[in-house]
């Protein structure tokens, strides 16, 4: 069983961008321990960050072809603009979980819209990286239920 996890725009940054609204985790720190935390589940944890709506729109596309059974996505400030990437998951079978490091709904306006919310089946915001944590657990329980 395979979870794909992505990362929008500027969650490269993680640790060192506005470290009081999304943590002092880095990126690295937060995938290795997705990873292990599938591992001990018997899953498997690919890993994406981009910058470019595009990548993320063909790392989304290749899950439809090579068994992914999940995706758990942040797509970052996309989450608020992006037709493209809502129609690239509704053409994917498997669950989709959206994922904030911040609670959007505390925030600007703009924030509050989620286009991708139109198609996941779960929304975690507020928590920090530990909403990464909840959205696996989320996965594998539903899969295996
Ligand atoms: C974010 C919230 C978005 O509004 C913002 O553009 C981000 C990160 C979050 O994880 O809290 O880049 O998705």
Same mark, same amino acid.
């Given at each position: 069983?395979?979870?794909?996890?992505?990362? /929008?725009?500027?969650?490269?940054?993680?640790? #060192?961008?506005?470290?009081?609204?999304? *943590?002092?985790?880095?990126? *690295?720190?937060? !995938?290795? !321990?997705?990873?292990?935390?599938?591992?001990?589940? /018997?899953?498997?944890? !690919?890993?994406?960050? #981009?910058? =470019?709506?595009?990548?993320? +729109?063909?790392?989304? =596309?290749?899950?439809?072809?090579?068994?992914?059974?999940?995706? +758990?996505?942040?797509?970052?400030?996309?989450? @608020?603009? &992006?037709?493209?990437?809502?129609?690239?998951?509704?053409?994917?079978?498997?669950?989709?979980?959206?994922? =904030?490091? &911040?609670?959007?709904?505390?925030?600007?306006?703009?924030? @509050? @819209? &989620?286009? %991708? #919310?139109?198609?996941? !089946? *779960?929304?975690?915001?507020?928590? /920090? #990286?530990? *909403?990464?944590?909840?959205?696996?657990?989320? %996965?594998?329980?539903?899969?295996?239920?």
């Amino acid at each position: 069983n395979k979870v794909l996890v992505l990362h /929008g725009p500027n969650l490269n940054l993680l640790g #060192s961008r506005q470290p009081e609204i999304y *943590g002092r985790e880095t990126l *690295g720190d937060i !995938d290795n !321990d997705l990873r292990q935390r599938a591992v001990l589940a /018997g899953w498997e944890v !690919d890993c994406f960050q #981009s910058n =470019h709506e595009g990548a993320l +729109i063909d790392a989304i =596309h290749a899950a439809r072809e090579d068994g992914t059974r999940a995706i +758990i996505i942040n797509p970052a400030a996309y989450t @608020h603009t &992006s037709v493209a990437i809502l129609d690239a998951l509704n053409a994917f079978d498997g669950r989709v979980i959206e994922v =904030h490091l &911040s609670n959007v709904h505390r925030r600007e306006a703009f924030r @509050h @819209h &989620s286009y %991708v #919310s139109l198609r996941a !089946d *779960g929304v975690i915001a507020g928590f /920090g #990286s530990q *909403g990464y944590r909840a959205a696996l657990d989320a %996965v594998i329980a539903a899969t295996e239920a």
